[in-house]
């Protein structure tokens, strides 16, 4: 196999060869049927899948009461979930729009799977708050849509704000991701082995077939995207924070939960994109366009926003002890010496103190270690959100009111299905449409440009746009 | 250089039916470098409609071709501001105009509150409005028909490939002259592009009367099904069982109680609030002598009185208590209250009778509560005095 390099730096002449051979390696686990361990896989999650909906069902059938969320934790292991898999998505906005406007070409190699785990990590998400109502049958109600009671919803109510941050979320994400998609799924058109994927891959490209005028306006429509994306995602996670940060309850009554859960998002985010690239860059034998030099950088993103993430908890501690509010206090205490300072420590550990090892550039480049620090990571993220619902809400103000939460099987059931189902539509993903732009990777490799640059006959008609063959 | 001449000859139009046109020809190159100079050569020839083909944005082309950048922002600003717009407005609407909501007292249109929605609506509307526009508009897609896709290059020229189309609609088109002229330019092949003058899918699929008719029966039977849902279904919620509990309503059997009444009375002796046994029942005589208003007439008494005066007495005894109700056509007239009699009745002797009823009026006491009787006789007083006033009061 040819050595590719994903990204200009390495002086290699261009080779009309190096081009075919892009699109080869990454259509192949199209034209190719998948494996054992592929079916292997996607029964484990599948069936997890299947479970987790078995029990969202049961959920609906008999009430929430089969939860363990009771007074005075009323939010608990459903909303951990759902700000968990949010935060997952943030990843894939932040290198397919921020990185992409700070010109990072590494990320070329990345963006399309991240941004597909941007969309499947939000659909998983928007399953919690449905089954969250106990009635989901009215979630039309959270739309203002004209309904029976004549009744609008309430558009100060943040909760309200979060039903349309993550459809714009959800719904522009997809817009980007199938936008990028698009010339790739023309190539995947030229290529299709069976009718099926020929039909398939031809309606879905539109008649795509690269004139220059598609081109020209699909790279604006592009960038627009990534313009908007950038303050998108930022917006999400704050507003999601702002689900905690407008109340009154100690622990979530601060200023800094928007920037912090910002952080975190794109932390766990990166981590779960490292996760799941180290298996797939293997199984599909893509190292030589995911490179080591890919994970490093990545590495050091979850370095940064660990840090961050830790700066948080410590402004966090400090603004307790400094406001002097005895129930601000009283929290932060609870937080590390009461019933759930286990959760602390797990998420201190896994968050703050774990990631440090990539300050070295031996752990940055060593798979096993960055597989390892990715999995921690995101644990640590999980039990961060537990944190912050389940030890705010079970000791606040009144004593009298407070008790102690323990989630059920079913809770657990649900959790383990949210996995199954984000993995089996990564798996269904890897095996449908290409995993890494095919056209980015091409258009950034050295020589697949002119390389010299041409006086343009201006003195010459001018050419008509639009031609239509 | 050598198989530019790659005109495949036309297929016999006739035999199928169908015809083919020439709609332009096409010619691949094999580096960008090679495409950037036959592009200067093709324009120096003076065509004017052509474009070139690119498995990837190709940079510097705009330039070579005199394009200016897409103006594809506007698209997205506009919609962006609209959105804007809309997006306050309706907020403002649905929570100030249309349905005001006291939340904890903060104003009914809240700017601040209302930057998320109207951020958000922002965003997505331009973000559609950019993905339509660059699609459909911009782009002219979709284009199925398009004579690209038949040409046997397009798979190298989604790959490795570059190519120069020119539009057979161009002034200066000609098939084999310009074939020539893009063979010179370097060129590994050129293809003439050929088109269906007609798509035999619309005309043979879409427009064929089964296909139609498949149409027309899936709408009549949608839309015919969703009204016999909502006509003879009605609104079916999924699951009730908030609404069936486990609990026993009045009148129903229950085998707790021996008796089997799910109904039960109190406990023997017990008084509700405000629900003191009359103690004169039967004897108006005594009840005059013995009661008395508890009421002192005061504005509020006699706004009381007049009230419920006015919903329970004044259809029969009218609206002057002169015995002149509206329902005194129907039912046998009632008395005036302004006799010597009733003037001299005291008023627990009234009271008596509001609770006990006379002759053919009915009781009211399981209907007017106790305190209201007082008042109503309080304003009754006041209508007698203003119709049989004391001497001293006309002084």
């Known amino acids: 196999m040819k050595q590719v390099p994903s990204a200009p730096g390495h002086d290699v002449a261009f080779d009309q060869e190096l081009l075919a051979q892009i699109d080869d390696d990454i259509a192949a686990p199209m034209r190719v049927p998948p494996g054992k361990l592929w079916w292997a896989a996607i029964a484990f999650t599948s069936s997890l899948m299947l479970l987790g909906f078995a029990l969202m069902g049961y959920t609906a059938y008999r009430g929430i009461g089969v939860w363990g969320n009771n007074s005075p934790v009323f939010w608990a292991f459903p909303i951990v979930n759902f700000v968990f898999w949010i935060g997952i998505g943030h990843a894939g906005t932040l290198i397919s729009a921020i990185l992409f406007l700070f010109r990072q070409p590494w990320r070329n190699a990345i963006a399309r799977f991240a941004e597909a785990m941007t969309i499947f990590a939000v659909m998983t998400a928007g399953l919690f708050p449905l089954i969250h109502m106990g009635r989901p049958w009215l979630a039309h109600w959270v739309f203002p849509v004209p309904n029976d009671m004549s009744l609008w919803v309430n558009f100060r109510s943040p909760l309200v704000w979060d039903v349309f941050a993550i459809s714009t979320y959800f719904t522009v994400s997809l817009l980007f991701w199938y936008v990028g998609l698009i010339p790739d799924l023309a190539a995947m058109r030229e290529r299709a082995v069976t009718k099926v994927h020929r039909v398939v891959y031809s309606l879905l490209s539109w008649g795509w077939t690269g004139l220059n005028r598609h081109w020209r306006h699909y790279e604006r429509a592009y960038l627009i995207l990534a313009g908007v994306s950038t303050p998108l995602v930022v917006s999400v996670h704050t507003i999601v924070s702002f689900d905690f940060a407008t109340s009154v309850i100690p622990g979530w009554h601060t200023t800094i939960l928007p920037p912090y859960f910002v952080a975190g998002a794109v932390f766990s985010g990166f981590a779960m994109v490292m996760t799941v690239l180290i298996i797939l860059r293997r199984l599909f034998r893509i190292e030589h366009l995911i490179t080591i030099r890919h994970l490093e950088y990545m590495n050091k993103v979850i370095l940064a926003t660990g840090l961050m993430v830790g700066y948080a908890y410590l402004v966090e501690m400090f603004t307790a002890w400094y406001s002097a509010e005895e129930p601000e206090r009283f929290m932060l205490l609870n937080r590390l010496t009461g019933p759930y300072a286990w959760a602390f420590a797990v998420m201190f550990t896994c968050n703050v103190i774990v990631p440090q090892v990539h300050w070295f550039k031996k752990a940055r480049t060593s798979l096993p270690i960055m597989f390892v620090v990715s999995i921690l990571v995101n644990v640590g993220m999980w039990f961060e959100r537990f944190v912050i619902i389940v030890t705010s809400l079970h000791r606040d103000f009144l004593p009298a009111s407070w008790g102690l939460y323990a989630p059920t099987l079913v809770d657990f059931g649900i959790l383990a299905g949210s996995f199954g189902m984000f993995f089996t539509l990564v798996l269904i993903f890897v095996r449908a449409l290409p995993v890494i732009s095919m056209t980015e990777v091409k258009a950034t490799i050295p020589g697949s440009q002119m390389t010299r640059r041409r006086h343009s006959p201006s003195e010459l008609p001018d050419v008509e746009d639009g031609i239509h063959v | ?395």
């Open chain 2, 1 to 395: 250089m050598s198989d530019f001449r790659d005109v495949r000859p036309a297929p016999s139009s006739e035999a199928d039916g169908t015809q083919e046109k020439i709609v332009g020809a096409l010619a691949v190159y094999e580096s960008p470098d090679r495409l950037a100079d036959a592009l200067v050569a093709v324009r120096q020839s003076g065509l004017t409609r052509f474009d070139t083909v690119s498995p990837y944005p190709l940079h510097g082309l705009d330039h070579l071709l005199g394009k200016s950048p897409s103006r594809l922002g506007y698209v997205a600003a506009i919609a962006g501001i609209a959105a804007t717009a809309i997006a306050k407005l309706a907020q403002w609407w649905t929570s100030a105009v249309d349905y005001p909501l006291n939340i904890g007292g903060s104003p009914l249109f809240s700017l601040p509150a209302f930057v998320p929605v109207t951020f958000e609506l922002m965003v997505l509307f331009a973000s559609i409005a950019t993905v339509v526009g660059m699609l459909a508009v911009f782009n002219g897609l979709p284009q199925y028909g398009s004579a690209l896709l038949r040409s046997r290059h397009m798979k190298a020229l989604t790959c490795n490939r570059y190519g120069i189309v020119v539009d057979a609609k161009d002034g200066e088109f000609d098939p084999h002259a310009t074939s020539d002229l893009l063979g010179g330019t370097g060129a590994m092949s050129v293809e003439l592009l050929k088109r269906e003058n007609v798509s035999r899918f619309y005309r043979e699929r879409i427009l064929s009367v089964p296909f139609l008719l498949l149409l027309v029966g899936v709408a009549i039977f949608s839309s015919t099904a969703t009204r016999m849902v909502y006509r003879y279904g009605g609104e079916i919620p999924p699951f009730d069982f908030m609404k069936r509990q486990p609990k026993v309503s009045a009148q129903q059997v229950s085998a707790v109680f021996p008796d089997g009444l799910g109904t039960r009375s109190g406990v023997p002796g017990t008084v509700a609030r405000g629900s003191l046994p009359y103690a004169f029942a039967g004897d108006p005589e005594r009840a005059g002598q013995e009661l008395i208003n508890p009421f002192k007439a005061s504005h509020e008494v006699m706004t009381r009185g007049r009230a419920q005066y006015g919903v329970f007495c004044q259809p029969c005894h009218g609206r002057l208590a002169d015995g002149r109700g509206t329902l005194t056509t129907a039912f046998p007239k009632a008395p005036t209250l302004h006799s010597r009699k009733a003037r001299e009745w005291s008023d627990g002797r009234i009271y008596a009778v509001l609770t006990e009823g006379q002759n053919i009026m009915p009781a009211y006491v399981s209907q007017i509560s106790g305190k209201d009787r007082w008042q109503i006789i309080h304003y009754l007083r006041a209508m007698q005095r203003s119709q049989n006033a004391p001497e001293r009061d006309l002084q």
